[in-house]
């Protein structure tokens, strides 16, 4: 059975920098062909992706979020991280971390609500 | 990169079939999407893949209501015998080598 399921602060201040981490379990991220991303999801709005990192290390993001995302994985512990820098209120979402193998994203996690706020 | 177009709304009877639609831009017609329903307050669900031949593959779990089919660069979703636990949110997905993109989103109301 496979599951993921992020984890990270709830509330962040402007200018700061949002590192979530996505812990998954009932596959491999050393398997070939297989990635996990983010995805995010504004209050009422429609979802937007951000990241995805591949099993080979290979890694993609939105381009009009590109120059403040990171994504790294850490395949030992089953753990993907996503830092998200320089946060803005526009930034509240629910983040969620989800699990490809090429053709949509088949398994979400719960997602968890950012507020960016002072 | 690809853009999806989705109608905002569609609301149905319960018990009758409805057909959501989401159009490929411009120059990817061919392209494969997702579906996914998302619950008042859950997250995204998979509900199949979908090809530009009306091939699909459903999620694990999806009922048999649940279809897709091909139109050009139309990828439609057809629920049919409606059930009120089908009132959600209804988005389309693609992606090339890197990118993904979702659709704005169908709000669809069983009345």
């Known amino acids: 059975q496979i599951t993921l399921k992020e984890s990270g602060p709830t509330l962040v201040k402007p200018t700061q920098t949002l590192t979530l981490t996505c812990t998954f379990s009932g596959f491999s991220l050393s398997n070939s062909g297989v990635g996990v991303g983010w995805i995010r999801q504004p209050p009422g709005k429609a979802l937007e992706w951000l990241a995805l990192?591949?099993?080979?290390?290979?890694?993609r993001y939105s381009p009009s979020l590109k120059s403040r995302l990171i994504i790294t994985k850490d395949t030992s512990k089953n753990q993907v991280v996503l830092t998200l820098t320089n946060m803005d209120p526009v930034d509240t979402a629910t983040y969620y971390c989800a699990h490809t193998v090429g053709s949509g994203w088949y398994y979400w996690g719960q997602g968890t609500l950012v507020t960016v706020s002072s | 990169q690809p853009v999806l177009t989705q109608s905002s709304s569609a609301s149905a009877s319960l018990g009758s079939s409805v057909k959501l639609t989401c159009t490929l831009s411009s120059g990817h017609s061919r392209y494969s999407i997702a579906w996914h329903q998302q619950q008042p307050g859950k997250a995204p669900r998979y509900l199949m893949k979908?090809?530009?031949?009306?091939?699909?593959n459903k999620g694990s779990g999806v009922p048999d209501r649940f279809s897709g089919s091909s139109s050009g660069a139309d990828r439609f979703l057809t629920i049919s015998n409606l059930q009120s636990e089908d009132e959600a949110d209804y988005y389309c997905?693609?992606?090339?080598?890197?990118?993904?993109?979702f659709g704005g989103g169908t709000k669809l109301t069983v009345l």
């Open positions: 979908l090809e530009g031949s009306g091939r699909y």
């Open positions: 997905e693609t992606w090339d080598s890197n990118t993904w993109v």
């Open positions: 990192i591949y099993w080979d290390d290979e890694k």
